[in-house]
């Protein structure tokens, strides 16, 4: 019985030290006088490259108003170009905050395939952005997908930081299921222990009183 979990807590050490390492690795630090807008951000796992391709440094930028180098925010307008027909604004799947609204709805996602039809369309602003990095401007700049760029791999570590964490925390409620199953398990075992001590105590008394009645 105590085979699955001690199997569940070794999981949980382990997948606690990946964890810890991969925070080393991202180089978490609460203190830091002006955090960067990536450490306040999150996207949805298989992005991470086209955003980093998107953004790049700025992603190192933060939205602190005393920052000598910031994100201010840029009221979205209603005037604002709309992304051309078939691409998907970057901002529907990156969870970040009000000051890189505009910028991120005027990023489309979009085919690797499709780029070249739709970079004609592009307007003031605009770029497009593949899931494996490439990029594609509205001025007709245009850069291949090549390695990650250093925000891209570290928001796929952040996220698979997350994914850590939550497998972590799975692990450990399962452990912990399993510990009280055995309790109570082992609870019920001793109780019937006690109820045939006692049917034993009673089966004695009696034997006990038919000798004396014999003799």
């Known amino acids: 019985a105590r085979g699955p979990l001690a199997d569940a807590e070794r999981k949980a050490h382990r997948l606690e030290t990946e964890a810890k390492t991969l925070a080393k690795v991202l180089h978490v630090d609460a ?82 395939e499709t780029a070249s039809q739709l970079m004609p369309l592009l307007k003031t602003g605009q770029r497009l952005v593949s899931r494996d990095g490439d990029l594609w401007r509205w001025d007709g700049f245009a850069v291949a997908a090549h390695a990650p760029t250093g925000a891209a791999r570290r928001l796929a570590e952040r996220n698979r930081l997350a994914a850590q964490l939550e497998e972590s925390q799975n692990v450990a409620e399962t452990a912990t299921l399993q510990a009280q199953n055995l309790k109570d398990e082992l609870s019920l075992r001793v109780q019937k222990i006690r109820k045939l001590e006692a049917a034993l105590g009673e089966a004695a008394g009696k034997l006990q009183k038919a000798k004396i009645h014999i003799a």
Do not use: C, H
């Open 31 to 112: 203190g830091k006088l002006w955090p960067a807008v990536i450490d306040d951000l999150t996207v949805e796992k298989g992005y991470e490259t086209a955003l980093g391709a998107a953004l790049g440094d700025d992603l190192e930028a933060p939205v602190d108003a005393q920052a000598p180098m910031r994100w201010s925010g840029a009221v979205i307008d209603r005037s604002d170009p709309v992304l051309p027909q078939g691409a998907e604004p970057l901002s529907k799947f990156v969870n970040a905050p009000a000051a890189l609204a505009r910028r991120l709805a005027q990023i489309g996602v979009v085919e690797r």
